[in-house]
């Protein structure tokens, strides 16, 4: 979790997955994937926001797969397949469903890897799986990403997840800090309405209720519409001692701007992955950042390797050492960090156990088979995807999530929990 490392290069490049026809059957399609798979190329399809707002982020998630790719090749994992990354960009729903829809009747892919953001990758991944290939899903948080979905697998934290370690952090540090109760205390959400800001609002709710934790208001908008300060108003009136936002960046540095300047008393403010987490608020904000919470990820300064088993503690110099190469000496952000974990998940993980010809059964099968412990990836993580049928389908059930502080200018330092903690937090009254 970082923005100290700042710069965001935009890079093109890369992605993953496999050929072999992905509609649902057809002797032609089935006849292409077998010829596919017997040259020995599979072509993988990849689809991630390479212009717009998102693009950054896209980037280095895209960065971090292709990095994935370069090691599994160079470390033979594949054996004697060849992989061709073929990659598409998409900024809207829309255009993430076509290009699905092109890399699975151009292309023949089997399989599809994305998509950094989950407004695209809810519309990606279900028409992928309405097709019967497999998606493969590397950052986006959104629960309904994967949610009935069998051919879809979330290899990161969900919304549901990160708002979970929001209230943990809650609970487990700042409460006790203040000499608070948890039903002494009051918490408003604010989320952005739609799949992602209802994902983590919604785990947010959910372990506030088991914690016992006090939510007297949550206030759900449209960024598109946003009046930072009627909502910073209606904040105040309901007299927080703690803010749980959900929001994208720039909404999410109105939204904080407008609570400073209406004085707004709060006690902490904890954010999650799309704003108060990301290098650009630090850039943006300055020292009115410094004290900001957010849960996200890891990015590659969050894990202390120490905690790593030792194959995964010596991916991660690796990983960290090909990845700088790649992004002209950035370190591995957040997104890269994700794209890493799930691109070696299926390069290591899942493709070496399907023997000849790849289908997106095959792949899907062996995916659900996935038991690796935590601290067995180099986000400290670990894998094992809920099984279809359940609320928890495709998710990967141990992946990590960290709550971080901004404590000086341009400075992130990840505080909870314990194995990931690099610094104490800061603590106000």
Not at 5 to 26: H, I, K, Q
Request: charged share 15%; with cysteine; proline share 6%.
């Amino acid at each position: 979790m970082t923005a100290r490392r700042g710069s965001r290069l935009a890079l093109a490049a890369a992605a993953v997955l496999l050929a072999v026809v992905g509609c649902s059957s057809g002797p032609s399609a089935a006849s292409r994937s077998a010829t596919a798979s017997s040259a020995g190329e599979l072509v993988i399809g990849a689809v991630y926001p390479l212009s717009g707002p998102q693009s950054p982020g896209g980037h280095e998630e895209l960065a971090g797969v292709q990095t994935a790719l370069q090691l599994a090749e160079q470390r033979g994992v594949l054996g004697s397949r060849t992989i061709r990354l073929q990659v598409e960009s998409a900024t809207t729903p829309d255009t993430a469903r076509q290009a699905v829809d092109r890399l699975i009747d151009r292309y023949h892919v089997s399989a599809i890897i994305g998509t950094y953001g989950s407004t695209l990758a809810e519309a990606a991944a279900s028409r992928a799986d309405q097709r019967r290939v497999v998606y493969w899903e590397t950052g986006a948080v959104a629960d309904s990403v994967s949610t009935g979905h069998p051919y879809v697998f979330q290899t990161v934290a969900t919304g549901s997840t990160l708002g979970r370690a929001a209230a943990d952090f809650t609970s487990d540090v700042l409460l006790p800090a203040a000499g608070l109760l948890p039903t002494s205390a009051r918490v408003v959400i604010v989320a952005v309405d739609d799949v992602y800001g209802r994902a983590v609002a919604g785990g947010e709710l959910a372990r506030a209720a088991r914690h016992g934790i006090n939510v007297v208001d949550r206030i759900d908008y449209d960024p598109h519409r946003l009046d930072a300060g009627t909502l910073a108003q209606r904040l105040g009136a309901a007299r927080p001692d703690y803010l749980w936002d959900v929001s994208y960046i720039d909404d999410g540095i109105a939204i904080w701007r407008a609570v400073l300047a209406h004085g707004v008393h709060l006690r902490a403010a904890i954010g999650t992955s799309s704003a108060f987490c990301m290098p650009d608020f630090g850039l943006r904000m300055g020292k009115q950042a410094v004290g900001v919470y957010a849960a996200d990820k890891p990015d590659q300064a969050g894990v202390n390797p120490a905690v790593l088993l030792p194959g995964a503690r010596e991916l991660l110099s690796s990983a960290s050492f090909a990845y700088s190469r790649r992004m002209g000496g950035q370190k591995m952000s957040i997104p890269g960090m994700a794209g890493f974990v799930g691109g070696w998940a299926l390069f290591h993980g899942v493709l070496p156990a399907v023997a000849g010809v790849v289908t997106p059964a095959a792949l899907r099968d062996h995916a659900y088979a996935l038991a690796e412990p935590m601290y067995s990836s180099i986000n400290g993580g670990g894998l094992q995807f809920g099984q279809p049928g359940t609320p928890d389908g495709g998710q990967n059930l141990l992946a990590p999530a960290v709550v971080g502080q901004w404590q000086a200018v341009n400075t992130m330092r990840v505080v909870f929990p314990a194995p990931f903690a690099e610094a104490q937090p800061l603590l106000g009254n």
